[in-house]
Every structure is written in structure tokens, then in C-alpha cells.
């Protein structure tokens, strides 16, 4: 049985990565650094409840049966925890499944701390994929060691694996990855293929939305014709939609879109969110919960506004970095907007964008 899911899954991946020709050395690969990961975030089975879990996935009725299941799907992320509190806009059904999962394999909290981690590996495994689905093999192989293991073990990056209430983040970056890795085929099958990968990226963050930009730059720097992405462009369409129908059927709020002020202010924090971002990812600054929004004034928006230029000039000149340069910009700006909103820059905000 695993034989055939092993053959889809490398018939899956571009003809331009050499699957079979190095599969040993690939899986010698995926095996340390999954190991690695394992023996890093272990300690986290005897956590506990941490933080946000207390309030958000304590109490979820996910953690029981299939009825509690039905009822946490049924309403916004916050209300399915406790129904006193105000209706929100945010709606994470496939974290709600996983908790259910879950569930029926361990106790919480532990199990779930587990399938967090388990999670963790996958992204790290894909995120070797997608590089050297991009890149091949030779450098391509270092690029994806240094790639993976940066990310996959950078302590800016440990808050939304320790935490159980980021496991959305954990599913937005596995899905998205998924999409990066999987070969677009046209056809009903690459069509539902796609779409359905799409709409699971959807029902984990709202911030999934912002991808679309990545898929426009794929067909760009892919060179697709436009008769060739538009069964693609369907599924996406499609997907959206379905999203959409699932979130009035729930009675989830709609996000209202944002005042003159507040459209104002986000794209003046947007390249202060690029500089803090960066600042982190090269300082390893002690961890923290509390990290309260402070404008860095006019050096970090003159800095944000440096990064951005280098990224976009970066993706002009070198093609194949021009998705990873998106995937970053893109995913920031839903993040500008929760950090416009809270006041607050925690490391579980730039889990997908890194």
C-alpha cells in the first residue's frame, strides 16, 4: 500500500528534481533532520497548557467527540472556546479536526504538544523539497540543508511549535509548502488537486488568502501560458468561493475592511514589520511572550523600505528566488494588520513568512 503513494507522491514532484537518482542521500537528509527536531522540541510532551492554549484549545469542544467536533467548526475560533465572548472573524475548522485527531490517539495536552512537533518535521522535510525542487541538486542540496535547518531550528521560530493555539500557523505553512512542492498538472485531477490544496490552506489562517500573489508570480516566473494556469485559476476561483459558503454557513463575522486611518497606518508599519522582522532573524534576541508594537520611527521605515527594494530587485534579476521573495512580502501584510490591531510583534507572526 505504500508503494503506489510513494510513486504518486515522486510523480508529484517536478521532472526538473532528481528524486530517484538521489533518494538515498534525500532520505539520509530528511531522517537527521527530523531526528534533530525530535530531540530538540521533545520536552515539549510534559508542557502543559501554555498561554493562549488555556483560553483557546483547553475548552474547545474539539477535544471531545464528533458532535463537539461539529460544534467547534461551527463558530469563530473564539466563541467555540467559550461562547461569552465576542464574535470574531477568524474561523480554523482544519485546526479544530487536528485537535479532534488528535485526541483519539493520546491525552491532551501532550499528544497534541506531539502532532505539533510532528507538524514542525513535515514543514522542515518539505521546505528541503521545495528547495531543491528549485535549485537541484550539487549547491541546491546545501542550499537546502542551510535553508531548512536555519528555519526549522531558529529560535524566533519555537514559539509557534510550543504553542498548541499556533497549530493554524503550523497547518499554513505545511499547506503551503505542499503547494510549492506538488507539480501543477492541468487536467480535472491537477484542478481538484489544486484547489483542494488551496482550500485546506484557506480553512487553516485567513492569511492564506495573501498566497494568491504567490501563485501569480509562479506563473510568471514559471512562464505558464495562460491557456496552460487557467484550469489552475479555476480551482483557485473555486476554492475561495467554497471558503466563503463555509464561513457564512458557520455564521462566522466578516472581517471589516479597514478605515481610511487604519489603511494609513498599516502601510506605515509594513516596512517597520520588514525591519523588525529582520533584525530578529539575524540578532537571536531573547524570547519573550511580551513584545508590545513600539514605532522604531523613521530608521526602521527608511530600513523596511531598503529590504523591500532589495527583495524586489533580488527577484528581477534571480528568478527562482522570486516566489520565496513574495511568500515573505505577501504573508507580512496580513501580519501588519494584526499588529496594527494588538499593538503587539510576537515571534509566531513571522512562523510562515521566514
Not at 518535521?121 to 546545501?142: D, F, K, S, T
Request: proline share 5%; hydrophobic share 55%; net charge positive.
Amino acid at each position: 500500500m505504500l508503494k503506489p503513494g510513494y510513486t504518486m507522491l515522486s510523480k508529484l514532484i517536478s521532472s526538473d528534481f532528481s528524486f530517484h537518482a538521489n533518494k538515498g542521500l534525500y532520505s539520509a537528509i530528511f531522517v537527521v533532520i527530523a531526528l534533530c527536531i525530535a530531540i530538540t522540541f521533545i520536552q515539549l510532551g510534559d508542557a502543559g497548557w501554555v498561554y493562549d492554549d488555556v483560553n483557546l484549545v483547553k475548552p474547545s469542544p474539539a477535544l471531545n467527540d464528533l458532535a463537539g467536533l461539529q460544534k467547534a467548526i461551527s463558530t469563530d475560533l473564539y466563541r467555540q472556546a467559550a461562547p461569552r465572548l465576542e464574535a470574531s472573524a477568524y474561523w480554523r475548522p482544519l485546526a479544530m479536526a487536528s485537535f479532534w485527531f488528535d485526541t483519539r490517539f493520546g491525552t491532551p495536552p501532550g499528544v497534541l504538544h506531539i502532532s505539533n512537533i510532528l507538524l514542525h518535521i513535515i514543514a522542515a522535510a518539505l521546505l528541503v523539497l521545495v528547495v531543491l525542487r528549485r535549485h537541484g541538486g550539487g549547491v541546491g542540496i546545501i542550499a537546502a540543508l542551510v535553508a531548512s535547518i536555519w528555519w526549522a531550528f531558529h529560535p524566533q521560530n519555537s514559539e509557534v511549535v510550543a504553542w498548541i493555539s499556533c497549530r493554524y500557523d503550523l497547518l499554513y505553512g505545511v499547506v503551503l509548502l505542499i503547494l510549492l512542492a506538488v507539480q501543477w498538472r492541468s487536467g480535472i485531477p491537477g484542478t481538484i488537486l489544486f484547489g483542494t490544496v488551496f482550500l485546506a490552506g484557506l480553512l487553516s489562517k485567513e492569511g492564506f488568502f495573501m498566497m494568491i500573489a504567490v501563485v501569480v508570480i509562479m506563473d510568471i516566473t514559471d512562464r505558464k501560458p495562460i491557456k496552460q494556469s487557467l484550469s489552475r485559476w479555476v480551482a483557485i476561483a473555486l476554492a475561495v468561493i467554497i471558503w466563503i459558503i463555509l464561513r457564512k454557513a458557520a455564521g462566522v463575522k466578516s472581517f471589516d475592511p479597514p478605515t481610511l486611518e487604519a489603511a494609513l497606518t498599516i502601510l506605515r508599519i509594513y516596512p517597520e514589520a520588514l525591519a523588525i522582522y529582520f533584525w530578529r532573524a539575524f540578532s537571536f534576541v531573547p524570547l519573550s511572550i511580551s513584545h508590545p508594537y513600539s514605532s522604531i520611527g523613521v530608521p526602521g521605515i527608511l530600513g523596511g523600505i531598503a529590504i523591500f527594494s532589495a527583495l524586489i530587485i533580488t527577484s528581477i534579476r534571480w528568478r527562482k528566488l522570486a516566489v520565496a521573495s513574495v511568500i515573505f512580502l505577501a504573508g507580512l501584510f496580513p501580519i501588519t494588520g494584526a499588529i496594527t490591531m494588538f499593538q503587539v510583534v510576537p515571534e509566531r507572526y513571522f512562523y510562515v513568512p521566514s
